[in-house]
């Protein structure tokens, strides 16, 4: 009895990118240039699968709710998620990147996006156990 031989496995090179993005409505389209920038660095080093930090966008310790639903954005039609999309395309790669959501005039999550060349793929809106850590 023979083994059958597995198809050939061709290797994906993969950049996980870390950006300092940095809260506050202001900064904002630094933080996007910053990930677009990054994007086609790791493309120009031959990755097809990049990903970014979690709220890469936005920043991490927004101080209230509100101040981070004014980050949110409408997924996959927000202006950062556009402008990923974009890069995606212009560079034949794939992106995982975090940005805070807005889903209609109060839902805020924390979401991953997943693109890929040919537009938006899919989303995971992150979840927590609801348990504190001492």
Not at 1 to 16: C, E, G, L, N, W
Not at 46 to 69: K, M, N, Q, W
Not at 120 to 128: P, V
């Amino acid at each position: 009895m023979t083994t059958p031989t597995p198809p050939p496995v061709s290797p994906v090179r993969a950049a996980a990118v870390q950006t300092d993005p940095r809260v506050g409505l202001e900064n904002k389209d630094a933080n996007l240039a910053e990930t677009l920038a990054r994007i086609a660095e790791a493309a120009a080093e031959g990755a097809r699968l990049i990903v970014l930090p979690e709220l890469a966008s936005t920043g991490y310790a927004f101080e209230t709710r509100d101040e981070a639903y004014a980050h949110a954005e409408p997924v996959p039609d927000g202006p950062t998620c556009r402008a990923w999309i974009d890069a995606a395309r212009d560079h034949d790669v794939y992106l995982v990147a975090g940005l805070a959501e807005a889903d209609g005039p109060v839902a805020l999550h924390d979401t991953a996006v997943l693109i890929g060349p040919d537009g938006f793929i899919g989303r995971y809106r992150k979840t927590t156990s609801g348990t504190a850590r001492s």
